[in-house]
């Protein structure tokens, strides 16, 4: 097949004239915008009380949103399939950025996972989200057989080394994100679930054989009786709870939040959709909820009209990180799950994470311009 003359069709199409899914667009925009708002609310009182700008935190976010911006503008424009040429090499450079990590990485609250280049403070964990998309995409196109070889030397232990790596941060969510995002691909792809929930269930025996550490275990604990040690492991949960309770419906007000000032530790990043609630209520909780099942109805729907299986799985599975991680930091902040310490995608502080974020989201446009260019020529193609 080839594409006929006339005056109808171009010769040549780019990618930079088809149009990409507004509605994703749109919602990201918004997640961004709140998000940046949110932050200088959630973070203007610990920089003054520090004695910092108070928009410090902003303005480094609107320097990662703006590398961000930039990356998804490139992506949005570079066809998404010749980037199965750069997945090694992208995965190669994030294990190498892992294991920078664990030699001089940056120590924060016990957990090692950040390295600083020059001002720059990166998160490498951060970027092994679209690599194990990326490689699992790559493998799983043809057909989902797990036992191949090249499949386990291209993807397999390139994303078991990734994994390890960040599992000895030690960063237990982005181990479960990971691993969540690899079954999600590998069952789209017509993997056996039969073999899925055999190794679901041989992984749960194993960890209970081999018991939980203690921290970890705490943190069941903590999650179903936080008042036992309120001042304590409880505490973080318990904050957040009466951030909600405070908001109620309507919320008391952008930049009111009292539960930010003294009480919720880390407002910004991880308990920040708890600072929502309580500035903006009940209704400000349901828009960005509502944000995130916008993203994750267009994602899937992209990957629904795509046309080859690379693309089908490269946007589910980053549709599928990007909106479990969102509802994921949720359901924390609500007490639905036990703390994990993920932060919220676009709306959270840091710049490795909405960076990536971003540019996963690039990627979606890329794969939904390619559909539109289908849906538009495609009933004007003549067999040669």
């Not at 903590?222 to 036992?228: C, S």
């Not at 046309?307 to 991680?325: E, N």
Request: charged share 10%.
């Amino acid at each position: 097949m080839s594409y006929q003359n006339n005056n109808l069709i171009p010769e040549k199409m780019s990618m930079q004239n088809m149009q990409s899914d507004r509605p994703l667009l749109v919602a990201v925009i918004f997640l961004v915008v709140i998000g940046l708002m949110a932050i200088f609310s959630a973070s203007a009182p610990k920089c003054i009380d520090m004695g910092l700008n108070p928009a410090r935190f902003l303005i480094q976010q609107i320097f990662g949103v703006i590398v961000g911006v930039v990356g998804l503008r490139f992506l949005a424009n570079f066809h998404y399939k010749k980037l199965i040429a750069y997945t090694l090499p992208f995965a190669a450079f994030v294990i190498v950025m892992l294991i920078l990590v664990k030699v001089a990485g940056t120590t924060v609250n016990g957990a090692q996972r950040w390295i600083n280049i020059g001002p720059l403070s990166l998160q490498p964990s951060e970027f092994a989200k679209p690599a194990v998309v990326m490689l699992l995409a790559g493998v799983f196109c043809k057909d989902a057989n797990i036992w191949d070889n090249n499949k386990i030397v291209t993807a397999f232990i390139p994303i078991l080394i990734m994994i390890a790596l960040i599992f000895t941060q030690p960063n237990l969510s982005m181990v479960l994100l990971l691993l969540a995002t690899s079954v999600a691909i590998y069952i789209c792809a017509g993997g056996s679930l039969q073999l899925t929930f055999g190794g679901i269930g041989a992984g749960a025996l194993l960890l209970f054989l081999k018991g939980l550490k203690s921290y970890q275990s705490s943190r069941i604990t903590t999650w179903l009786h936080p008042e036992a040690d309120p001042l304590g492991a409880g505490y973080n949960i318990i904050q957040s709870l009466v951030a909600f309770a405070s908001g109620g419906l309507y919320g008391v007000g952008y930049g009111s939040s009292k539960q930010k000032l003294a009480w919720l530790p880390e407002a910004h990043t991880d308990f920040i959709y708890a600072v929502i609630g309580e500035e903006h209520g009940f209704i400000g909780c349901l828009l960005i909820i509502c944000l995130f099942w916008t993203i994750l109805q267009r994602g899937f729907l992209i990957a629904v009209k795509c046309q080859d299986m690379y693309g089908k799985l490269l946007a589910l599975g980053l549709t599928f990180s990007i909106c479990f991680q969102g509802f994921l930091n949720m359901w924390v902040a609500s007490s639905f799950v036990p703390a994990t310490g993920v932060p919220m995608p676009f709306i959270s502080y840091g710049g490795s994470s909405i960076m990536v974020s971003l540019w996963m989201i690039g990627i979606l446009l890329n794969i939904s311009k390619d559909n539109v260019k289908r849906v538009r020529f495609g009933n004007v193609r003549s067999i040669q």
